[in-house]
């Protein structure tokens, strides 16, 4: 099983006995970065955890390593080749599409956004990811985005809701959030609708306005 997880066909009798190296002397991607972390888990006798990039099989592979006795290490390999790939096509779809998009848990704590929220909100993926949405939303809109949030967590469908969140800068923009949740993840994409809101509010104090006047004439 561990030599079809590498991409290869040795037998057992094969590998044992033999050095990493004499089973695979061409590398992979990272090859220096993992020998590095390895001499140093090596070294301070502790468990770690890393990825490799295996070119011939076009895997990637997630390695535990942890001691096992004064001299001996144990391995356990995982192929998150699937993993890696749903990554990569999350990471391209966030970054050509112009709408606010994320990933978050059933929680909302930010796991994955895109570039969209740097340029309306102010923020990087950075001092996003890993964050709390309840922390950015207006005191007034809380409850319902609370209740929303929990009618996501009941697997149902999120569509036109609107509430106010803090960008950077302090102030507060309009997002009109559609919304679902899948498994453990909620994907939501959202339009600044600030402008428009403001425009309509213009336009329904101007309204109020011409109420009074026409009742006045």
Same mark, same amino acid.
């Given at each position: 099983e561990y030599m079809k997880l590498m991409g290869d066909q040795f037998q057992e009798k094969e590998i044992k006995g033999r050095r990493f190296y004499?089973?695979?002397?061409?590398?992979?991607?990272?090859?220096?970065?993992?020998?590095?972390?390895?001499?140093?888990?090596?070294?301070?006798?502790?468990?770690?955890?890393?990825?490799?990039?295996?070119?011939?099989?076009?895997?990637?592979?997630?390695?535990?390593?942890?001691?096992?006795?004064?001299?001996?290490?144990?391995? @356990?390999?995982?192929?998150?080749?699937? *993993?890696?790939?749903?990554?990569?096509?999350?990471? #391209? %779809?966030? /970054?050509?599409?112009?709408? @606010?998009?994320?990933?978050?848990?059933? *929680?909302?704590?930010?796991?994955?956004?895109?570039? #969209? %929220?740097? /340029?309306?909100?102010?923020?990087?993926?950075?001092?996003?990811e890993g964050k709390n949405f309840l922390g950015l939303i207006h005191e007034d809109d809380i409850q319902k985005s609370m209740e929303a949030m929990e009618r996501l967590g009941r697997q149902e469908i999120i569509t036109k809701f609107v509430n106010r969140v803090k960008g950077k800068d302090i102030t507060y923009r309009y997002l009109e959030w559609h919304s679902q949740a899948y498994e453990k993840y909620i994907y939501a994409a959202a339009r600044d609708i600030t402008e428009t809101k403001k425009l309509h509010e213009r336009l329904y104090e101007q309204n109020i306005e011409l109420k009074k006047l026409t009742a006045e004439l």
């Open positions: 004499e089973v695979f002397p061409d590398g992979w991607d990272g090859e220096e970065a993992w020998k590095g972390t390895l001499e140093r888990a090596v070294l301070a006798r502790e468990s770690t955890v890393f990825h490799i990039f295996l070119q011939n099989s076009q895997k990637w592979i997630r390695v535990v390593f942890f001691p096992l006795t004064n001299e001996t290490f144990g391995c @356990i390999y995982f192929d998150v080749t699937k *993993e890696f790939k749903q990554g990569e096509q999350i990471a #391209a %779809f966030l /970054k050509i599409n112009i709408d @606010i998009l994320c990933v978050a848990d059933l *929680e909302w704590n930010f796991i994955r956004v895109n570039k #969209a %929220f740097e /340029k309306v909100l102010g923020y990087t993926a950075q001092e996003l």
